[in-house]
């Protein structure tokens, strides 16, 4: 796990509004190189027309090593109207990754961002637009 841990800090990371990711992709990268005997294993535990929520589970010799859980909505987000399963899938890795101690600079993943700053602006302009009074 060491060795894993050092080559992240050394892994490309992507610039996210000022902070730095280590994409999932990169993280899976590494996992495989290290631990090529564990699994990783995702689950949809709930799935309609808004949300999507898949659980990660990380084993190793049939022990469950880490989870992560990601929950993502369809609403607003131009990829989670087209992607939300494998946007959410990613995401769950991503965090199950994280909580293996493979979590590179920050702990969301960079949709979990994009998508929080996302929907902080959507909010802020319906508030503005509910509170506009034409003179």
């Not at 996210?16 to 280590?22: C, Q, R, V």
């Not at 294993?41 to 049939?62: A, G, M």
């Not at 859980?69 to 369809?74: D, I, K, L, N, S």
């Amino acid at each position: 796990m060491q060795k894993a841990i050092a080559e992240l800090k050394n892994s490309p990371t992507v610039d996210i509004k000022g902070k730095s990711y280590t994409q999932v992709s990169t993280r899976i990268n590494l996992f495989r190189k290290y631990f090529p005997m564990a699994s990783i294993e995702t689950l949809i535990t709930y799935n309609d027309d808004i949300r999507v929520i898949i659980q990660t589970k990380i084993s190793l010799n049939d022990t469950v090593i880490a989870t992560g859980y990601a929950e993502e909505r369809g609403d607003g987000n131009y990829i989670n109207q087209t992607s939300a399963v494998e946007n959410c899938e990613t995401s769950s890795i991503g965090r199950a990754l994280s909580n293996l101690g493979l979590g590179g600079s920050e702990y969301a993943s960079s949709f979990e961002v994009t998508n929080a700053i996302a929907k902080q602006e959507q909010i802020k302009q319906t508030t503005n637009q509910q509170n506009y009074k034409p003179q």
